[in-house]
């Protein structure tokens, strides 16, 4: 079970989210001295005392960190970073744009064609 787990919707995009996952392990790997690896969409962090994972989808980031027997002690203020670089990733991280779906271009509806009319006989 992990001492530290947060779920937040966002409205980055699946590209967006990972960047915002780059940038948060990459503040958090200054701090605490972590290193991470993506497979697929989760990034898997650890260093001595920690490990975790960060999964990402188009609308949503699960973060998971089981703290070592030493640094539980230190979980507030650990938790506090990790909201903390995690909001200010989300923040800086442009929304992704909404994805332009084709056109469809009108079509031209084919014309009735007329019937030729019988010339109508004039009387004299």
Known sequence: MPDIALTR????????????????????????DLSGDWKGNTLSFSRPGVTGSLTVSETEMRLEVTLGFMLKMMKAPIEKA???????????????????????????????????????KKSL
């Open 9 to 32: 919707q966002h409205h980055l995009g699946l590209k967006g989210a990972k960047a915002a996952a780059d940038k948060m392990v990459s503040k958090l790997d200054e701090k605490f």
């Open 82 to 120: 990790v909201h903390e670089q995690l909001e200010k990733v989300m923040n800086e991280t442009p929304a992704a744009k909404p994805t332009a779906k084709p056109t469809a271009k009108p079509t031209a509806r084919p014309t009735a064609a007329k019937k030729p009319t019988a010339a109508k």
